[in-house]
């Protein structure tokens, strides 16, 4: 099912090939896709890049952002970090298709920050994102402000999951230090910074909604959540106040890009609000060079 004469823009994306899967992801992703998940082996295995512009292309999802995240500091074998470089090369063979968002790392301090400002200068990339709980530090951690400066200075936004964050290795489980509160302070401290939560906030979903609707530029991704299980509450939001504040995303491999626009579908949005949620509030809130 494709939607329409939207060209959608999936802003959460993992980068989830044979070889990424081979080099860099940990043992443990795989039983967490494969079972708590429960994406399909090959998903799991990994798609070639091919396979993914041709899944996009059969829903009408014209460009996706690709994390090269950071998911806690080296040394622990439940972590792991994807090299900008990789994610840089996969933007210049498809620059069409795809941006780069450059994972933050808050225990490396300076030479992060220095790291950020050389991929969103010299690699290309658009945006900043920050995993909280694999590095147990809450959004408004003073260790993080510094990337949040930087941020600003450069004018790009900064994705970061909120909410619960689930059971992802058994060596390392990780508390939920993500409450969508927490970026109310942070929103208070930087008015500027453009803090996108992603992961919907669940469950607190709708202390998620309010800080969206108090500031300016805090905004919603509704990432990794299948969209027929989201709250009547956040479809409401994104319906009719919230229109302009939740960006699309589907955290891919895991939500499926196909079922994620099909279970959008489903939830007959009113014209409008569907094609900012899929494209017009991540063109103007990246400052993309797009027609909306």
């Known amino acids: 099912m494709a939607i329409g004469d939207i060209k959608a823009i999936d802003a959460v994306m993992n980068l989830q090939t044979p070889e990424v899967v081979q080099n860099y992801r940990p043992k443990w992703s795989f039983d967490f896709l494969g079972n708590k998940i429960g994406a399909p082996e ?16 059969i829903v009408g999802i014209e460009r996706a952002f690709l994390i090269a995240a950071k998911c806690g500091p080296i040394g622990h074998p439940a972590n792991y970090q994807l090299p900008y470089e990789v994610v840089r ?3 210049q063979r498809y620059p069409d298709r795809f941006y780069g968002l450059a994972g933050i790392d808050p225990t490396e301090g300076m030479k992060g920050v220095r ?13 900043a994102h920050f995993y909280p709980h694999w590095f147990e530090m809450p959004p408004d951690h003073r260790k993080v402000y510094p990337f949040y400066a930087k941020c600003v200075e450069l004018d790009i936004p900064i994705q970061m999951q909120v909410g619960h964050c689930l059971r992802y290795s058994a060596e390392r489980p990780l508390p939920s230090v993500g409450r969508p509160i927490t970026l109310d302070t942070v929103a208070c401290d930087f008015p500027d910074l453009k803090l996108i939560g992603i992961h919907i906030g669940w469950p607190w979903t709708e202390e998620m909604i309010s800080v969206a609707y108090k500031h300016p530029n805090v905004y919603i991704g509704c990432d990794a959540y299948a969209p027929r299980y989201w709250a009547k509450e956040f479809v409401h939001f994104i319906n009719t106040f919230g229109q302009d504040k939740v960006i699309f995303g589907t955290d891919f491999p895991v939500v499926d890009i196909e079922r994620a626009i099909r279970e959008i ?28």
């Open 265 to 292: 579908e489903e939830l007959e949005l009113r014209p409008i609000p569907k094609r900012k949620l899929l494209r017009e509030n991540t063109i103007r809130a990246y400052k993309l060079d797009l027609p909306a």
């Open 89 to 91: 090369d996969v933007v």
């Open 42 to 57: 090959e998903t799991v295995r990994g798609l070639p890049i091919e396979r993914i512009l041709e899944k996009m292309d």
């Open 115 to 127: 790291a950020l400002e050389h991929a969103i200068k010299e690699l290309g990339f658009v945006g």
